[in-house]
């Protein structure tokens, strides 16, 4: 896979698992581009490099919404954040 298809698919799943713990990227972005922007392209970055994407994308098929995200996630943590604030 390309460097730009891995990204774009990066970039989906982490939209997708945003959206299912109910957080509207979006949304933050647009409030303030530049913090958020770059938090988002550290995100898509980090997805880029997990090993289970076909796992996570598989997930999102299946669910539609999520408690949490799942331990393998390498945005556990700052999506666990988004959600809190």
Not at 5 to 12: E, F, I, P, V
């Amino acid at each position: 896979m390309g460097l730009f298809a891995k990204l774009g698919r990066s970039s989906d799943l982490v939209q997708g698992m945003a959206s299912r713990l109910g957080i509207d990227y979006g949304e933050m972005v647009s409030g303030d581009p530049e913090a958020q922007g770059r938090k988002y392209m550290r995100a898509v970055l980090r997805c880029s490099t997990c090993r289970n994407q076909d796992g996570c994308s598989d997930l999102q098929q299946e669910m539609s919404e999520l408690a949490e995200a799942p331990s393998y996630c390498r945005n556990a943590q700052l999506l666990a954040q988004l959600r809190g604030s």
